[in-house]
């Protein structure tokens, strides 16, 4: 069977299992979270074993620390895991709710019902825990899902789909529900995208570079997760100390996700009472400032900046800082440069926290308050399979809501159009 | 200045324009509306006369009558286009709306604002009046829209999209808000679905060949909007006084749009009581019937039924009949055969009618009444831009609402996360 077979033969049995998840309990599908979760920590040892090849051969083809490390399962990992789809099975169902209902003049009764999406391709890579992590969100909201994870994790993640599978045959739920696509070979990719009868939506998890090449490749539409190169604005009238607070916060807490700050930016009229103090601040937490030069003034131990600072996203312990005129270039600047991700602004006066809701244009805009909030759970929404820095159908985090897609539904009595 | 150069910019002051309209008031857009409406009405000699070159060249070329109908503007259809525009203005105005608001146990105040899409671009063929329709709507929802219609309307449509500006500019608008793509060569169209740095979404419509074209193209998200290929289910509980009634209205009120009837499925057990009455009303209408064996021995004038009618769009007095064994073939027919756009049941049975709702895989699934109520207006949602067959975004009529996303907004008073 060629490589255009095979995927043709788990796109449908992706199909037939999302004609019958369509209608299946909230009831049976949280069994089946929490089979899968009992399987997991049952089958640890063969789990770590599979993960043991992938790490092996991970060391042999010199993969980075970083990579290795996201690779590697152990046993703090896999209750991790399960207690993950313990979480899930505790969240909200979205399917079958009904809204937006209207009456007409003519009786008819006019609403929208939530319903899953259909079948789900998530391409990722290689982070093993996101083949459970997504396949529970995408059974949860009654999706097939067909995973294609990073090849460098093959073992690791053909043991966890099997053992979602047996979850869900132990609950007589169709047990291609969730798939792996079992050949690590990029072409699977290629035809995977091609196969717009079968799939309704692709996610593609990870660097530009291959969100890009799916985005090119596909006839399915594509919901993107980008980089977050997140803004933090000091307005002049903002409390410093809380400006401190939070610039110190959104840069340091935890700078390797996409949203850490990445750039400050000062008005001009604070920036001699505000910088001196905040920069030494980030310099004593390990912060390397890049500055512009009327920035450096106020933190002379500053890098200079170069304009590709200001669109670079580093997930480290680096910010670049520039000092602004006016409340009108902060706005366009972060318009301009930012990648529409999170951005926040530090002010106490109403009609700039006003205006900056209406006028940034990014998936989250925050008044007040650290970027690193900008999370599904942080959010009250629950666990999220990404962030959207698309605009179309789900933007910001994407959790179970996003997931699935509304059709109109209408209730007559005989009624006929004249 | 080659193509390239030109799309992109026309895309840069698309973008330009873009970013002043989204914090336009409803009042001000509405203004636009109304004197573009008057405009349209002043300059009706000079329209006509652009109007005059194009049905001129199209005769020239041959074109069959029904395109040249589509093409022409009179006195008449520019009234009607007016009144369109009048009616825009008077919908609700979808964008600011914050909703969605939950505040979190650490004050945070989490909601979502209703905003613009930003850039809408909008491919479409040989009807003048989609660009003023489609234009009013971009505006309306706060979008600067770029346009490629056919280039058989090619004069009209530069007319049309210059009384526009002069609407816009009329209002201190910007003059770029609608602009319309002057050179009718293909290879602009192909220019336009490359430039995902400026275009947010593209529409197409027209027919399937179209759509494929621009959807394998494009680096932008679409939404597309196929066919109507809409089946009527009389189920063996039907009141079959009132799905003769629906199944005269949903074949021959308006045979040629996407929400009529194409396709007819009858219980095996009313068969015999329903068919042959139906089918002779039908007949008497002048429709055409193409049955299935058993269908045929209750209607003995149909004309044999094959494979292909089942999922075919006549869009003309013709109607494919079949008898089904029970329900779940029923729903697997339409699933399996259908367009995904509008499908109804005619049934007494309240699990039928719950199940139908919950099985069938479209983004119109109606009980009891005729199809031909699929339509933003008959749902009371105001003027559409088309009735979405994809799931994503928008699935139905497209209205207002659809052609606006939502950003998430944060009101803090100075959180950061620990």
Request: net charge negative; proline share 4%; hydrophobic share 40%.
């Amino acid at each position: 069977m060629d490589y255009k077979q095979m995927m043709r033969q788990i796109c449908m049995q992706a199909k037939e299992a999302a004609n019958s998840l369509m209608s299946l309990t909230p009831e049976t599908k949280n069994k089946v979270l929490l089979s899968t979760a009992d399987i997991l920590l049952e089958e640890k040892e063969s789990i770590i074993e599979a993960n043991k090849i992938d790490l092996e051969s991970g060391r042999g083809k010199n993969l980075s620390k970083a990579m290795l490390d996201r690779l590697e399962l152990n046993e703090k990992r896999l209750k991790e895991m399960a207690d993950a789809l313990k979480q899930v099975a505790q969240l909200e169902d979205p399917v079958g709710e009904i809204f937006d209902v209207r009456v007409r003049p003519n009786g008819l009764q006019i609403g929208r019902m939530r319903v899953p999406i259909g079948v789900i391709g998530i391409i990722y890579e290689a982070r093993p825990n996101v083949t459970i992590d997504a396949a529970a969100l995408c059974l949860k909201s009654g999706n097939a899902v067909i995973l294609r994870g990073g090849s460098e994790a093959i073992n690791s993640n053909n043991k966890l789909a099997e053992i979602f599978s047996s979850g869900c045959k132990e609950n007589n739920v169709h047990p291609y529900a969730v798939q792996l696509i079992p050949i690590p070979d990029r072409q699977m990719v290629s035809e995977m995208l091609q196969m717009d009868k079968f799939i309704d939506l692709i996610i593609p998890r990870g660097g530009k570079s291959l969100i890009e090449k799916v985005v090119s490749e596909s006839l399915i539409p594509v919901i993107k997760h980008y980089d977050g190169n997140c803004f933090v604005y000091v307005d002049e009238s903002a409390d410093l100390k809380m400006a401190t607070d939070i610039v110190i916060n959104a840069k340091t807490q935890r700078p390797g996700v996409c949203n850490a700050m990445e750039t400050l930016l000062v008005h001009k009229s604070v920036a001699k009472e505000f910088l001196p103090h905040c920069a030494e601040e980030l310099r004593n937490r390990g912060v390397e400032i890049r500055a512009c030069p009327i920035a450096k003034i106020f933190a002379p131990f500053a890098k200079d900046a170069t304009e590709e600072d200001w669109s670079t996203e580093y997930l480290d312990l680096i910010l670049a800082v520039k000092v602004i005129e006016n409340f009108d270039e902060a706005v366009n600047f972060i318009n301009r440069y930012g990648s529409h991700h999170t951005d926040a602004i530090v002010t106490r006066d109403y009609e700039r926290a006003h205006q900056f809701l209406r006028k940034i244009d990014s998936a989250c805009v925050l008044i007040n308050c650290s970027t690193r909030f900008s999370d599904g759970g942080e959010f009250g929404l629950g666990a999220e399979i990404g962030i959207s820095t698309d605009k179309l159908h789900a933007r910001g985090p994407m959790a179970l809501k996003e997931l699935t897609t509304a059709k109109f539904i209408v209730l007559g009595s005989g009624q006929i159009r004249t």
